[in-house]
């Protein structure tokens, strides 16, 4: 019985397989074959009609086709797919963009700079020993040239680009969409934010573009980039922002835009739009192992440019406010030792003397948390915001003093190039206020100077010999920290020989037995870190976190 099953079963799925090889070829052939009349359909068999029935046949499918058959073309009132075309946009902006050609006068003496190892009759050749002075080169000046970026924001001609495009230019050429050229002057230049402003006297009106505001993008949002790429003029490309607030080292108020829209080489200086039309980034950076764009670039963002330019166009050079104060990071030990909620704000660890803090308003120790009603999240905010605050204008600085907020009043100075070094005087600014070393003869006191150990430091009073032995300034006072044991908590810290104890928790120390005596008191208060004033042979200041466990 099993055995004619079987039997049965094979003659049914030897007629199946027979039945689909016969049919196969039928479609193909009717695709090939678009006159041929139609053939008469069978009516179809109730297991043909349900193809899940048990016994069903599926018919074969049908060969690939050679012949390419485009899909209909959709009806005109219908939306084309994809992402939204920026045709309109990108069209009303770029005769607003415009290149900059530099030549440079450069003496060439024939002894510069080699070029590398270029194997010969590469086609690269030809352009090394256009740029270095190998062997033959000719001696005499010689005429380099670079292309930029940038556009126009005032109808009467000024014009915006980057520091780094114009820089030590003798001649600047602004090339504009239609092909026309004219001469441009500098009108200044900002080299803290690589920003510059041009001026060309146009015979007509130009087209300009108006600043947008950058602080209200947010990542994610779509933006245009138009430049002269490699000398490409007038090309656009599209991306989002990546990120904001970058910090790439590029300057003391770095504060960049990152996209992803393609910048390479010859978009400096160049416009960044967002979709209304409106720069809200200057195209500056970008991070390319390769020359090309990888999708990093970076932009000014308008809330820092827009003030540099302003004041370019108006005086010539940028005017920034200054607070006149040395600070450093907050760390988790450092606001930890101070009773902070979390790391952030401005630790000022001293005060320049003839700045604008005159009358202590703000003290060494302080934490600035807060600027003209702008919150300092990290040290670095700190001199971008002040420098853009209005010189002579009284302003609220919100600190945090001895565990309390407070509000004091400050008018900040203004920046001049001649102290840009928060360390300008090298003196210490509380010397003058430091209470005098106590000279007292009796044992109790001669037993406080003498030298401690504690947390891995030798700590002894800063005697004459002791300050010329580590070459310690006249202003610098507190106690000599003399040797630091290698993997000591101090060590971990950065604290080295011939540096200085000045205060322990804001209290000033006179004596090696009162920096133990105060950590103590603190460890017992259920402090974890005990928050030191430490100043350098120099006098500089800075504060550091000894962990008390």
């Given at each position: 019985?099993?055995?004619?099953?079987?039997?049965?079963?094979?003659?049914?799925?030897?007629?199946?397989?027979?039945?689909?090889?016969?049919?196969?070829?039928?479609?193909?052939?009717?695709?090939?074959?678009?006159?041929?009349?139609?053939?008469?359909?069978?009516?179809?068999?109730?297991?043909?009609?349900?193809?899940?029935?048990?016994?069903?046949?599926?018919?074969?499918?049908?060969?690939?086709?050679?012949?390419?058959?485009?899909?209909?073309?959709?009806?005109?009132?219908?939306?084309?797919?994809?992402?939204?075309?920026?045709?309109?946009?990108?069209?009303g902006l770029l005769d607003a963009v415009v290149n900059i050609s530099t030549s440079q006068s450069v003496k060439s003496s024939g002894n510069g700079p080699q070029p590398p190892q270029i194997q010969e009759g590469s086609p690269f050749q030809e352009f090394f020993d256009d740029f270095f002075d190998g062997e033959g080169g000719q001696r005499g000046n010689r005429k380099v040239s670079s292309l930029g970026s940038g556009f126009v924001i005032d109808p009467a001609g000024y014009v915006v680009t980057n520091n780094?495009?114009?820089?030590?230019?003798?001649?600047?050429?602004?090339?504009?969409?239609?092909?026309?050229?004219?001469?441009?002057?500098?009108?200044?230049?900002?080299?803290?934010?690589?920003?510059?402003?041009?001026?060309?006297?146009?015979?007509?009106?130009?087209?300009?573009?108006?600043?947008?505001?950058?602080?209200?993008?947010?990542?994610?949002?779509?933006?245009?980039?138009?430049?002269?790429?490699?000398?490409?003029?007038?090309?656009?490309?599209?991306?989002?922002?990546?990120?904001?607030?970058?910090?790439?080292?590029?300057?003391?108020?770095?504060?960049?835009?990152?996209?992803?829209?393609?910048?390479?080489?010859?978009?400096?200086?160049?416009?960044?739009?967002?979709?209304?039309?409106?720069?809200?980034?200057?195209?500056?950076?970008?991070?390319?192992?390769?020359?090309?764009?990888?999708?990093?670039?970076?932009?000014?963002?308008?809330?820092?440019?827009?003030?540099?330019?302003?004041?370019?166009?108006?005086?010539?050079?940028?005017?920034?406010?200054?607070?006149?104060?040395?600070?450093?990071?907050?760390?988790?030990?450092?606001?930890?030792?101070?009773?902070?909620?979390?790391?952030?704000?401005?630790?000022?660890?001293?005060?320049?003397?003839?700045?604008?803090?005159?009358?202590?308003?703000?003290?060494?120790?302080?934490?600035?948390?807060?600027?003209?009603?702008?919150?300092?999240?990290?040290?670095?905010?700190?001199?971008?915001?002040?420098?853009?605050?209005?010189?002579?204008?009284?302003?609220?600085?919100?600190?945090?003093?001895?565990?309390?907020?407070?509000?004091?009043?400050?008018?900040?100075?203004?920046?001049?190039?001649?102290?840009?070094?928060?360390?300008?005087?090298?003196?210490?600014?509380?010397?003058?206020?430091?209470?005098?070393?106590?000279?007292?003869?009796?044992?109790?006191?001669?037993?406080?100077?003498?030298?401690?150990?504690?947390?891995?430091?030798?700590?002894?009073?800063?005697?004459?010999?002791?300050?010329?032995?580590?070459?310690?300034?006249?202003?610098?006072?507190?106690?000599?920290?003399?040797?630091?044991?290698?993997?000591?908590?101090?060590?971990?810290?950065?604290?080295?020989?011939?540096?200085?104890?000045?205060?322990?928790?804001?209290?000033?120390?006179?004596?090696?037995?009162?920096?133990?005596?105060?950590?103590?008191?603190?460890?017992?208060?259920?402090?974890?870190?005990?928050?030191?004033?430490?100043?350098?042979?120099?006098?500089?200041?800075?504060?550091?976190?000894?962990?008390?466990?």
């Amino acid at each position: 019985m099993a055995q004619q099953v079987r039997s049965s079963w094979k003659r049914f799925a030897a007629g199946g397989i027979a039945l689909a090889v016969a049919v196969a070829p039928i479609p193909g052939w009717a695709q090939t074959q678009p006159d041929a009349p139609a053939p008469a359909q069978a009516p179809s068999t109730p297991s043909q009609s349900r193809p899940g029935a048990p016994g069903a046949m599926l018919p074969a499918p049908a060969p690939p086709s050679t012949s390419f058959n485009p899909p209909p073309s959709p009806p005109a009132n219908m939306t084309p797919g994809g992402p939204a075309s920026i045709a309109d946009l990108s069209e009303g902006l770029l005769d607003a963009v415009v290149n900059i050609s530099t030549s440079q006068s450069v003496k060439s003496s024939g002894n510069g700079p080699q070029p590398p190892q270029i194997q010969e009759g590469s086609p690269f050749q030809e352009f090394f020993d256009d740029f270095f002075d190998g062997e033959g080169g000719q001696r005499g000046n010689r005429k380099v040239s670079s292309l930029g970026s940038g556009f126009v924001i005032d109808p009467a001609g000024y014009v915006v680009t980057n520091n780094h495009v114009i820089e030590g230019a003798d001649d600047i050429e602004v090339v504009f969409a239609n092909g026309s050229k004219l001469k441009a002057t500098l009108i200044g230049t900002d080299t803290k934010t690589d920003l510059s402003v041009l001026k060309v006297e146009p015979k007509t009106p130009l087209k300009a573009v108006p600043f947008g505001n950058s602080h209200r993008m947010r990542i994610g949002d779509w933006v245009m980039a138009i430049g002269n790429p490699f000398g490409l003029g007038g090309s656009v490309t599209l991306g989002i922002i990546s990120a904001r607030g970058r910090n790439i080292n590029a300057g003391p108020y770095d504060n960049f835009i990152q996209t992803d829209a393609a910048i390479n080489k010859g978009n400096s200086g160049g416009p960044l739009f967002n979709m209304r039309g409106e720069v809200i980034g200057i195209n500056t950076a970008i991070i390319s192992p390769s020359g090309g764009s990888i999708g990093i670039g970076f932009a000014v963002p308008t809330e820092i440019a827009e003030n540099v330019v302003r004041q370019l166009i108006e005086f010539g050079e940028t005017r920034r406010g200054w607070l006149g104060v040395r600070i450093q990071p907050v760390t988790d030990e450092v606001s930890e030792s101070l009773g902070l909620d979390r790391a952030r704000g401005a630790l000022v660890s001293g005060i320049i003397n003839d700045g604008p803090i005159k009358n202590g308003e703000i003290k060494a120790g302080d934490v600035i948390v807060s600027f003209d009603g702008e919150p300092i999240n990290e040290m670095r905010d700190l001199p971008r915001i002040v420098a853009e605050s209005p010189v002579g204008k009284e302003v609220d600085v919100v600190i945090l003093r001895d565990g309390k907020q407070q509000t004091v009043k400050v008018t900040p100075g203004r920046l001049e190039d001649s102290v840009q070094s928060a360390d300008a005087d090298g003196e210490d600014p509380q010397a003058d206020d430091a209470p005098e070393t106590n000279d007292g003869s009796d044992q109790g006191a001669e037993q406080s100077k003498e030298p401690v150990k504690a947390y891995g430091m030798t700590i002894a009073v800063l005697d004459e010999e002791r300050r010329k032995s580590f070459d310690i300034a006249e202003s610098v006072e507190g106690v000599v920290v003399t040797e630091v044991a290698a993997g000591s908590l101090a060590a971990d810290k950065g604290v080295k020989p011939g540096e200085v104890i000045v205060e322990v928790a804001q209290d000033f120390v006179e004596q090696p037995s009162d920096v133990t005596s105060r950590m103590d008191a603190l460890k017992a208060e259920g402090r974890r870190n005990a928050h030191i004033m430490i100043a350098d042979k120099a006098g500089n200041l800075r504060f550091v976190a000894i962990p008390l466990d």
